[in-house]
Protein backbone atom coordinates (compact mmCIF):
# COMPACT_ATOMS: atom_id res chain seq x y z
CA UNK A 1 0.00 0.00 0.00
CA UNK A 2 1.41 3.01 -1.07
CA UNK A 3 1.86 6.14 1.40
CA UNK A 4 2.88 9.41 1.64
CA UNK A 5 3.52 11.47 4.44
CA UNK A 6 4.24 15.05 4.56
CA UNK A 7 6.76 17.50 6.37
CA UNK A 8 7.94 20.97 6.44
CA UNK A 9 4.96 22.97 7.28
CA UNK A 10 4.70 25.51 9.70
CA UNK A 11 4.22 29.42 10.30
CA UNK A 12 5.72 32.46 8.52
CA UNK A 13 5.25 35.98 7.51
CA UNK A 14 4.61 37.43 4.08
CA UNK A 15 7.29 37.48 1.85
CA UNK A 16 9.11 34.33 3.48
CA UNK A 17 9.70 30.62 2.15
CA UNK A 18 8.96 27.00 3.12
CA UNK A 19 9.93 23.65 1.61
CA UNK A 20 7.36 21.11 2.27
CA UNK A 21 8.98 17.33 1.55
CA UNK A 22 6.41 14.45 0.41
CA UNK A 23 8.01 10.62 1.13
CA UNK A 24 6.38 8.24 -0.81
CA UNK A 25 6.56 4.54 0.33
CA UNK A 26 5.10 1.54 -0.14
CA UNK A 27 5.90 1.92 -4.00
CA UNK A 28 7.58 2.41 -6.94
CA UNK A 29 7.33 6.85 -7.04
CA UNK A 30 8.05 6.81 -10.52
CA UNK A 31 5.08 4.68 -11.56
CA UNK A 32 3.05 7.85 -10.18
CA UNK A 33 2.14 11.84 -10.77
CA UNK A 34 2.62 13.52 -8.02
CA UNK A 35 1.69 16.74 -7.06
CA UNK A 36 0.11 19.05 -4.56
CA UNK A 37 -3.57 20.21 -3.22
CA UNK A 38 -3.98 22.55 -0.77
CA UNK A 39 -7.59 23.32 1.37
CA UNK A 40 -8.28 26.47 3.51
CA UNK A 41 -11.24 26.62 5.72
CA UNK A 42 -14.47 27.07 4.34
CA UNK A 43 -13.12 26.50 0.82
CA UNK A 44 -13.26 23.63 -1.81
CA UNK A 45 -9.87 21.66 -2.37
CA UNK A 46 -7.32 24.03 -4.78
CA UNK A 47 -4.55 22.62 -7.23
CA UNK A 48 -1.11 24.03 -6.36
CA UNK A 49 1.40 22.01 -8.80
CA UNK A 50 2.04 18.79 -9.82
CA UNK A 51 5.19 16.61 -11.76
CA UNK A 52 4.79 14.18 -14.35
CA UNK A 53 6.58 10.32 -13.52
CA UNK A 54 9.68 11.07 -14.88
CA UNK A 55 9.68 14.71 -13.11
CA UNK A 56 10.47 16.18 -16.80
CA UNK A 57 6.66 17.88 -16.94
CA UNK A 58 5.60 20.35 -14.02
CA UNK A 59 2.03 21.80 -14.18
CA UNK A 60 1.14 25.03 -11.64
CA UNK A 61 -1.83 26.77 -10.80
CA UNK A 62 -1.61 30.81 -11.77
CA UNK A 63 -1.70 31.69 -8.51
CA UNK A 64 1.54 30.16 -6.95
CA UNK A 65 3.27 30.31 -10.84
CA UNK A 66 6.53 32.11 -10.64
CA UNK A 67 6.65 31.52 -6.72
CA UNK A 68 6.47 27.62 -6.06
CA UNK A 69 8.19 24.94 -7.31
CA UNK A 70 7.32 21.38 -7.26
CA UNK A 71 10.80 18.87 -7.56
CA UNK A 72 11.15 14.66 -7.36
CA UNK A 73 13.20 12.59 -6.27
CA UNK A 74 12.80 9.51 -7.70
CA UNK A 75 15.76 7.74 -6.97
CA UNK A 76 14.98 8.82 -3.06
CA UNK A 77 11.21 8.56 -3.84
CA UNK A 78 10.81 12.39 -2.56
CA UNK A 79 8.50 15.26 -3.95
CA UNK A 80 9.20 18.89 -3.02
CA UNK A 81 7.34 21.91 -3.24
CA UNK A 82 9.37 25.28 -2.46
CA UNK A 83 7.12 28.31 -1.52
CA UNK A 84 8.65 31.44 -1.60
CA UNK A 85 7.46 34.81 -1.26
CA UNK A 86 4.57 33.34 0.97
CA UNK A 87 1.20 35.40 1.08
CA UNK A 88 -1.56 35.25 3.72
CA UNK A 89 -3.75 33.69 1.03
CA UNK A 90 -1.69 30.98 0.58
CA UNK A 91 -2.54 29.37 4.33
CA UNK A 92 -3.84 25.68 3.90
CA UNK A 93 -3.45 22.59 4.80
CA UNK A 94 -1.22 21.29 1.84
CA UNK A 95 -1.83 17.46 0.76
CA UNK A 96 0.32 15.52 -1.19
CA UNK A 97 -1.23 13.38 -3.72
CA UNK A 98 -0.53 10.60 -6.65
CA UNK A 99 -2.07 9.35 -9.39
CA UNK A 100 -1.25 7.15 -12.15
CA UNK A 101 -3.09 9.63 -14.51
CA UNK A 102 -0.77 12.93 -14.95
CA UNK A 103 -4.05 13.81 -17.01
CA UNK A 104 -5.62 14.24 -13.69
CA UNK A 105 -3.09 16.96 -12.55
CA UNK A 106 -2.66 18.85 -16.18
CA UNK A 107 -6.21 19.23 -16.33
CA UNK A 108 -6.11 21.58 -13.47
CA UNK A 109 -3.25 23.76 -14.21
CA UNK A 110 -4.01 27.32 -14.84
CA UNK A 111 -6.39 29.68 -13.92
CA UNK A 112 -8.25 28.18 -10.60
CA UNK A 113 -10.51 25.41 -10.56
CA UNK A 114 -12.15 23.18 -7.46
CA UNK A 115 -10.36 20.17 -7.42
CA UNK A 116 -13.25 17.36 -7.70
CA UNK A 117 -11.17 14.39 -9.09
CA UNK A 118 -9.96 11.95 -6.20
CA UNK A 119 -6.73 10.78 -6.68
CA UNK A 120 -5.21 7.66 -5.82
CA UNK A 121 -3.16 8.40 -2.99
CA UNK A 122 -3.27 11.33 -0.43
CA UNK A 123 -1.37 11.94 2.65
CA UNK A 124 -2.81 13.53 5.76
CA UNK A 125 -1.53 16.88 4.99
CA UNK A 126 0.84 19.73 6.85
CA UNK A 127 -0.55 23.03 8.04
CA UNK A 128 1.20 26.28 6.11
CA UNK A 129 0.39 29.73 7.94
CA UNK A 130 1.40 33.04 6.20
CA UNK A 131 0.82 36.09 8.40
CA UNK A 132 0.93 39.36 7.59
Known amino acids: QVQLVESGGGSVQAGNSLRLSCVVS????????MGWIRQAPGKEREFVAA????????WYADSVKDRFTISRENWNSVVYLQMNSLKPEDTAVYYC?????????????????????????WGRGTQVTVSS
Open 97 to 121: VGDRSEIAFSHYRGAYQPVKYQYDY
Open 26 to 33: GGISSNYA
Open 51 to 58: ASKDGDST
